[in-house]
Structures are given as C-alpha cells and as structure tokens.
C-alpha cells in the first residue's frame, strides 16, 4: 500500500508531467538518486545502471506510431512517471512493469 507521503510525490509528478506532455517540449532523459538512467526511444522506455551497465527495459507503447514524450523520477528512485503521445501519464514501480496508475488528460473547454 503507497503511503501518503508517496502518493503526494506521485501527484505533484504528475501535475509537473500534464504540462510535459501537452506541449512541444519532450523530456526524454532522467537520472535517478540510485544511479539508474531512463531513456525514452520512441515506443520504449528503457532503464540503464550506470553501477553495472546492465539495460532494461521498462515499457514498449501498444502501436509504433505511439511515443513516449517525458519521464521523471519520484526522489526515492522506486517509482517513475512517463508521458505519452497518447495523453497520459502512467506511473510505474521501477522493481516490475505493473502499472500503478494513468491519468488521462481531459480539457475543460
């Protein structure tokens, strides 16, 4: 079960990731405070260990035409945050590929 003080560190990710996501700018590369860096190629996400140079990859979108436009770590490195091309900000645990949750953008226009 997150913790309140884990679920506050996802929101306020992913309020910073709805601005990331909806405009022009991409956030493509993170490094985390345990030495892991997250690298967006296209439809895939993949997670590099600067320690032991292994690669891992985290996420690969449904269709190649879809993107993965931001990521961003929370400050304790267990959970990380990425945008797509789809609008939406998926949060996921870093130790296994289950996703946590997506909030979808919506406009209120």
């Known amino acids: 079960m997150l913790s309140l003080v884990l ?3 996802l929101v306020m990710c992913v309020y910073v990731f709805i601005f990331g996501v909806f405009t022009v ?3 493509l590369l993170d490094w985390s405070s345990t030495n892991l860096l997250a690298v967006c190629l296209g439809p895939r996400l993949y997670l590099w260990n600067a320690l032991n140079g292994e690669i891992y990859q985290l996420l690969e979108m449904d269709n190649e035409a879809e993107y993965v436009s931001s990521v961003a770590w929370l400050p ?3 959970h990380i945050a990425v945008g797509t ?3 939406e900000v998926q949060v996921r645990p870093v130790s ?3 996703l946590i949750c997506i909030v979808l953008y919506f406009s209120c226009i």
């Open 7 to 9: 679920i506050t560190e």
């Open 96 to 98: 296994n590929q289950y």
């Open 76 to 78: 304790d490195a267990s």
């Open 25 to 27: 700018d991409l956030n």
């Open 85 to 87: 091309s789809t609008m």
